[in-house]
């Protein structure tokens, strides 16, 4: 019988709890104590943090929940209330009472056991730090904005994007991000909340630096702080061209531009003819316009023969032409 932790604001089980008893769990009920876990949480399979719980300023309570396992919070429409709030890495919605058994079930059958951290990383390579290992299915939120960091992020594995959102929900990716990338130093570096959301693409694997280790590194290591300092440097200039990008260029070059950055951020050696499988809409937040203008385009493109599409598979068929026209 899987056993499930399950944090809620009083001592009562809820429905929700109920619920879990009568799918099959074993469920320990555990009242929210400020920052204060009575239990071992490495005995449970999962933690289910309860939606209404506030966590604001309980950064205690989030530390011993990170990297446990997989937390689920329950109910997603309540989480407005906690954009400013600090939760812990890797949580996953579950957005009805009725699918939080399944969706349990489901990400505990699927969920791998925590591998060994690789003897030779080149997160900090040569220095004496703790390191924490996350991974990430496909559309997993790693961090979201207005969050508090916990962990300086490097990635292992996989690919990543880097958005912001307005008040209507219309998505930006200003970075895409693979292995060796680091994300989310500058909130740490400001000890501010994260200021943009980053989202997993692929499956993909992520080392962590405990920031209390990173604050230490970044006072008595003149190395790393040089290194964070060009990276922040490095990202200014970026998001200064990506903003005159938006302005001046047209949909047709920004296009190209798009495609080209998938193909120097993401072509492996191995492959003669770059392929890659990404959604009209995640391409078109890249883009910064709407999906039904970029499909237009890249039917342009197509007809063009610059691209092919197979299967939701976009295929550079003549990179020299599209980096002419992202350049001209």
Known sequence: MKQLLFIQPNELPGIAAKKLKQAGFSVTVQPFQQDYLP???????????????????????????????????????????????????????????????????????????????????????????????????????????????CNLLYIEK???????????????????????????????????????????????????????EFEVLMNTDKSVAKKFIRLLASNVSEQESQLLKLAYNSLRKR?????????????????????IHISREELANMVGTATESLIRTLSDFKHEKLIQIKAGNIIIADGKKLRQIAEC
């Open 158 to 212: 996989g690919k990543v994007k880097v958005f912001k959102k307005n008040n209507e929900g219309k998505e930006l990716t200003i970075a895409l991000l693979t292995r060796g990338d680091y994300l989310g130093y500058a909130a740490l570096l400001e000890e501010s909340v994260y200021k943009d959301s980053a989202q997993a693409m692929e499956d993909t694997e992520i080392t962590g630096v405990p920031r209390e």
């Open 255 to 275: 296009v190209a531009e798009a495609l080209m950055n998938l193909v120097q951020k993401y072509k492996t050696e191995v492959q003669a003819q770059f392929s």
């Open 39 to 149: 239990h071992d949480i490495s005995t449970f399979d999962l933690v289910v943090l309860d939606s209404l719980l506030q966590v604001h300023g309980h950064e205690e309570l989030v530390r011993q929940l990170d990297g446990h396992s997989l937390v689920v919070v329950y109910n997603p429409s309540k989480l407005p209330t906690l954009s400013t709030a600090h939760l812990p890495t890797g949580w996953i919605e579950v957005s009805s009472l009725r699918k939080l058994p399944g969706a349990i079930k489901s990400q505990i059958k699927n969920s791998r056991k925590m591998p060994a951290m690789p003897e030779i990383s080149s997160l900090l390579p040569g220095l004496s730090v703790t390191r924490k290992f996350y991974q990430y299915k496909k559309k997993q939120v790693i961090y979201a904005e207005g969050h508090h960091p």
